[in-house]
């Protein structure tokens, strides 16, 4: 009877793990999601101090695998960190997604140096991309430059001056246009001038 009892209790146990989730692949998706967590990128610090396989089960929907992690920061309020998440895996997609108990909480002046860290970055890659974007859209309005300058508007002439310092022959035919745009201007603003002094 023993006998039966030990085999039943080991084929329970070999079901139990070709239909859960690979523990260590889950633990490693809980840490990786909770990272992402944060808007500011503070939750980016945490490590994984410990793992505990708390239960795994196949549902109508999914397989489920139950963890209880204890993680550490140096920004935390109260390390080290421990909560309960669950990992749910589609059994049609494979598609995962994570359930978590309690978020961590974070000192308030990490949060607030993270926040102006991300910011800045934000503002460099900003910068970065509007440089990225001038160059692009100067090489190709370059390459499409209509063969009258006079038909380009101001800016579009000032980005071509810019962006093509070593073209000799093109800033000089720019300087042309715009030497004739100033004239027709001071030559308005004489007449407005006298208009205005008519009144």
Same mark, same amino acid.
């Given at each position: 009877?023993?006998?039966?009892?030990?085999?039943?209790?080991?084929?329970?146990?070999?079901?139990?793990?070709?239909?859960?989730?690979?523990?260590?692949?889950?633990?490693?998706?809980?840490?990786?999601?909770?990272?992402?967590?944060?808007?500011?990128?503070?939750?980016?610090?945490?490590?994984?101090?410990?793992?505990? @396989?708390?239960?795994? &089960? !196949?549902? /109508?929907?999914?397989? #489920?695998?139950?963890?209880? $992690?204890?993680?550490?920061?140096?920004? %935390?309020?109260?390390?080290?960190?421990?909560?309960?998440?669950?990992?749910?895996?589609?059994?049609?997609?494979?598609?995962?997604?994570?359930?978590?108990?309690?978020?961590?909480?974070?000192?308030?002046?990490?949060?607030?140096?993270?926040?102006?860290?991300?910011?800045?970055? @934000?503002?460099?890659? &900003? !910068?970065? /991309?509007?440089?990225? #974007?001038?160059?692009?859209? $100067?090489?190709?309005?370059?390459?499409? %430059?209509?063969?009258?300058?006079?038909?380009?508007?101001?800016?579009?002439?000032?980005?071509?001056?810019?962006?093509?310092?070593?073209?000799?022959?093109?800033?000089?035919?720019?300087?042309?246009?715009?030497?004739?745009?100033?004239?027709?201007?001071?030559?308005?603003?004489?007449?407005?001038?006298?208009?205005?002094?008519?009144?």
């Amino acid at each position: 009877m023993q006998k039966g009892r030990l085999v039943a209790i080991f084929l329970s146990l070999l079901w139990d793990c070709t239909n859960c989730i690979d523990i260590v692949s889950c633990e490693q998706y809980s840490i990786d999601q909770l990272r992402s967590l944060s808007s500011t990128g503070i939750f980016e610090s945490l490590e994984l101090l410990e793992a505990k @396989h708390s239960e795994s &089960k !196949e549902g /109508l929907y999914h397989k #489920l695998c139950s963890l209880d $992690v204890v993680m550490d920061s140096s920004h %935390l309020v109260n390390p080290p960190f421990t909560t309960k998440v669950t990992v749910m895996e589609d059994l049609e997609s494979g598609e995962r997604s994570l359930a978590v108990e309690d978020l961590p909480v974070m000192r308030d002046d990490a949060i607030e140096d993270f926040w102006l860290k991300d910011a800045k970055n @934000h503002l460099a890659r &900003k !910068e970065s /991309l509007l440089a990225d #974007l001038q160059t692009t859209y $100067v090489a190709t309005s370059l390459t499409k %430059l209509d063969p009258e300058l006079d038909l380009q508007s101001s800016a579009a002439l000032r980005a071509f001056l810019k962006a093509s310092p070593d073209d000799a022959k093109l800033q000089r035919d720019i300087m042309q246009v715009l030497d004739r745009r100033l004239a027709r201007l001071v030559e308005w603003e004489k007449q407005a001038g006298v208009a205005a002094r008519n009144l």
